[in-house]
């Protein structure tokens, strides 16, 4: 299920090859724990290349943060690049040149373990 859609924050800051990306693309989700900006900060990253794109905004990352916490597997995949000009360059605002789409698939528990009851017994 998609959980999030929006563009990628700080790609001015990244500044990506943007011609070695492709809609579709797998991105990876990292979480900066040493960020002195955000300690939830969520870093974005093209698999094929490694590039660092950017960030998930820090309003939204709330959600994206808790559901690696919780350990959901998130899936990350680039939606949309902005049209190039002749020299590889975004023919928009960088804040809005790539989108990332972020479904989620909810960790599921070990079939062979039983939950344990609130008085802490089994």
Do not use: C
């Amino acid at each position: 299920m998609e959980i999030y859609r929006d563009y990628i924050a700080g790609v001015q800051f990244a500044r990506p090859d943007f011609t070695k990306l492709s809609i579709d693309d797998p991105l990876a989700l990292v979480w900066e724990q040493d960020n002195k900006y955000d300690a939830r900060a969520i870093r974005i990253d093209h698999t094929a290349t490694g590039q660092k794109l950017g960030y998930i905004k820090k309003i939204d990352n709330l959600l994206i943060h808790n559901s690696l916490a919780d350990g959901n597997l998130l899936e990350a995949n680039l939606t949309f690049i902005a049209p190039l000009d002749s020299d590889g360059t975004p023919m928009t605002p960088p804040y809005e040149s790539l989108v990332v789409a972020i479904k989620a698939t909810p960790k599921e528990s070990a079939p062979d373990t039983e939950p344990i009851s609130s008085d802490g017994n089994e």
